[in-house]
């Protein structure tokens, strides 16, 4: 059952279970580079209201993607803002509109939205069925312009700032073949730039409605942290086609779920 925060205390049970869900997410996400967003607050909010669990992902997004960008050198990360700055200053722009929106979403709505996002994701990433219009979408939208970098910032940051997931991210940096280690940093590059913004704008917009809260969220980057160093370590070990098949056969349970959940089903 969701349970709201607020300014309440939490049980122990609910502790151990945010920290076990953000260890969770962040160990995929130092396996795959992504990850952690949309599994964190996905699964968070089985046991939250979604509003609070995007909320509480904000701090812990930020640590990890601080120790993520790590992998790009100076001269490769220089090299990935000038490539990259029109998507990252227009998404931090959608950002801050999603992140308005947010409180006047109500949770099943949101809740509903998020696990579409996350099964197109998936369907449009795989490669062993063909979705008609995928090809023809792709190579018209995801091309390095910087008026369409400028366009799929915005459009990416605000269902980032109104949703936490930013598999869209994942989607146009995938189709432009980075190599892994640049993939890698250039999502975290990103998703650090918005996770800064988004703490003051969490702030500023009451969205951390106490300070437990925040203290929690806060908190939570620790376990977040340990997971994504384990999966870091682990990484080179694990062929990233299983890499990928595990995610998406995840990210498929957990967009279903949030679906039906959202549905009322």
Avoid: H
Wanted: hydrophobic letters at 55%; one cysteine or more; aromatic letters at 8%.
């Amino acid at each position: 059952m969701a349970v709201p925060l607020g300014g309440k205390s939490i049980s122990l049970s609910l502790a151990l279970a945010i920290a076990a869900i953000v260890a969770f997410g962040g160990f995929v996400t130092g396996l795959n580079g992504f990850g952690f967003a949309v599994i964190g607050t996905a699964l968070l909010a089985f046991v939250m209201d979604p509003q609070t669990a995007v909320a509480l992902m904000i701090l812990p997004i930020l640590a990890a993607n601080t120790s993520l960008i790590r992998e790009l050198d100076r001269e490769s990360l220089s090299s990935c803002v000038r490539r990259f700055w029109p998507y990252v200053g227009t998404a931090v722009i959608g950002t801050v509109l999603g992140m308005l929106s947010l409180s006047l979403v109500p949770q099943r709505p949101l809740a509903l939205g998020l696990g579409l996002f996350v099964l197109a994701y998936v369907a449009l990433s795989q490669n062993r069925v063909e979705i008609p219009g995928t090809s023809s979408l792709r190579r018209r939208c995801f091309v390095e312009t910087g008026a369409m970098k400028a366009l799929l910032g915005f459009v990416s940051g605000a269902i980032f700032g109104a949703s936490n997931v930013g598999v869209q991210v994942v989607a146009y940096l995938r189709r432009l073949e980075l190599d892994r280690q640049t993939f890698v940093g250039v999502v975290a590059m990103i998703f650090l730039g918005i996770s800064v913004v988004r703490v003051g704008t969490a702030a500023a917009l009451g969205l951390y409605d106490s300070v437990s809260l925040f203290a929690v969220s806060a908190v939570a980057a620790v376990p977040g942290l340990a997971g994504v160093a384990v999966g870091k370590r682990i990484r080179p070990s694990v062929p990233e086609s299983l890499q990928r098949a595990a995610t998406f056969t995840l990210l498929v349970i957990i967009g279903v779920r949030l679906t039906l959940s959202g549905a009322g089903v």
